[in-house]
């Protein structure tokens, strides 16, 4: 059996049921694991983690092809949005490491803006 670092602690924290009981979780814990957790998840962008997190929750209970199926659905999504462009700039183009995320948290996230990349149709046809 593979020994994991803080196991006990990540299983008790993201197995929560919302990203935002994840993050009062990591505030709550004195760890340096859940200091350096969530300084590196507050960087990320709060829309992309709410998606993933529901596409993470859904997989769990899906076959391969469902779950792979959404992972392009949710990808043309993302590229169909401001914020992977904005990642994509301030990490490879002007590399300053510093994102403006079209919303700051996820408390300002409406389940309808989640939604829209779930209900995403890619019109482009693959052969």
Not at 25 to 40: D, K, V
Request: proline residues 2%; charged residues 35%; glycine residues 2%.
């Amino acid at each position: 059996k593979i020994e994991i670092k803080n196991r006990k602690e990540i299983e008790a924290i993201f197995s929560l049921g919302s990203v935002e009981d994840i993050f009062e979780a990591l505030q709550r814990s004195h760890s340096e694991f859940a200091r350096e957790t969530l300084e590196a998840l507050s960087k990320r962008s709060p829309m992309s983690l709410l998606v993933t997190f529901r596409h993470l929750k859904l997989a769990e209970k899906e076959d391969y092809d469902t779950a792979i199926a959404r992972d392009y659905q949710l990808a043309c999504a993302f590229f169909s949005k401001e914020d992977i462009y904005e990642g994509i700039r301030a990490q490879v183009i002007d590399k300053d490491r510093s994102p403006k995320w079209k919303y700051l948290s996820i408390l300002n996230i409406s389940q309808a803006d989640i939604d829209y990349y779930f209900n995403f149709v890619d019109h482009i046809e693959v052969d």
